[in-house]
């Protein structure tokens, strides 16, 4: 707020941000589960937007069957697409349309589709076709990644890098729309590094929403470090958080004052079930927060601009 400049916001000229360039923060998980307490943040929507990132997943009705809603107007932004494009008379409302992807599976496979979002490209990275073959494949990148920290020879290597960013599925890159992914990845790209017997894992974030987006960006990829650290037998050592463009959105300014308004509190506690062994086991019963205290939450509307 003190040393951000004022910058317009691109396609949204209703709203404009405060934002600086090239930052970096640190969070050593032996010292507690970075689960920010000046505000309430929504932990059960993040444990099960992870859990269906890791399913490779790319329709939102996973999310709408377990009542998280983060990704519904992105998805009914695609909806309103594909229905204009289909000439439908009448359109449903948002509300109407969650419902139809909660209840009617057809619909949803139809219209809850998101296109290679996050978890597409985590762990099933459309790759060019094989030469020899004739037809396309996928790469589970973080499965690769914990193949080789599991190996104590290969854990030390450091090329461990999961990529969200590709290109040709990047709108502006895309040959169509329909191909394109519905929003550019924020969380661009994550790195792991093994020093010792502890595994680290940084995070470079092309685009951080300091009010909504960052809480659950650090809650989630803190929360993947100690379940990667959990299957690879290591322990969680630091996670490091890279920003580009750090900002905040003029809709959020009163917000992030009552914010600042609040002493943080000690971080809380995060326990998982030691039975787990496979990354693609893990269910939500399987993670808890333990001696969580935050502040009430603070409301704030999702600012969509298309993330550019």
Excluded at 68 to 94: F, R
Excluded at 241 to 265: C, M
Excluded at 266 to 277: A, M
Aim: hydrophobic share 35%.
């Amino acid at each position: 707020m003190k040393n951000g400049e004022d910058k317009p916001v691109w396609g949204n000229p209703g709203v404009k941000i405060k934002t600086v360039f090239g930052r970096q923060i640190r969070f050593d998980l032996s010292q507690g589960f970075p689960l920010l307490t000046t505000k309430k943040v929504f932990m059960r929507g993040i444990t099960h937007e992870l859990i269906w990132f890791l399913k490779g997943d790319s329709n939102i009705k996973y999310l709408v069957d377990n009542n998280v809603h983060i990704w519904d107007e992105w998805g009914y932004k695609q909806y309103k697409v594909k229905s204009e494009k289909l000439k439908v008379k009448s359109l449903l409302t948002q509300d109407e349309y969650v419902e139809k992807v909660r209840t009617d599976g057809k619909f949803a496979k139809k219209y809850g589709e998101l296109g290679p979002v996050y978890g597409v490209q985590w762990r099933r990275w459309p790759a060019s076709a094989e030469a020899s073959a004739g037809k396309a494949r996928t790469i589970d990148q973080l499965g690769w990644v914990i193949k080789k920290l599991k190996d104590p020879k290969q854990r030390f290597r450091k090329h461990l890098i999961v990529s969200a960013w590709n290109p040709a599925y990047i709108y502006e890159m895309a040959p169509s729309r329909e191909q394109s992914v519905v929003l550019p990845p924020c969380h661009t790209m994550f790195h792991f590094n093994v020093i010792g017997k502890k595994l680290n894992l940084q995070l470079y974030q092309r685009s951080a929403d300091i009010f909504l987006g960052v809480p659950f960006n650090i809650a989630s990829y803190s929360l993947l470090l100690v379940m990667v650290a959990q299957v690879t037998n290591l322990e969680p050592g630091d996670f490091v958080h890279t920003y580009g463009d750090v900002h905040i959105y003029s809709n959020h300014f009163d917000q992030i004052k009552e914010q600042l308004t609040r002493a943080p509190r000690q971080f809380p506690t995060l326990k998982l079930n030691k039975k787990i062994k496979d990354i693609d086991d893990f269910k939500f019963e399987d993670i808890t927060v333990e001696n969580y205290n935050p502040y009430p939450p603070i409301k704030g509307e999702v600012t969509v601009v298309g993330g550019f």
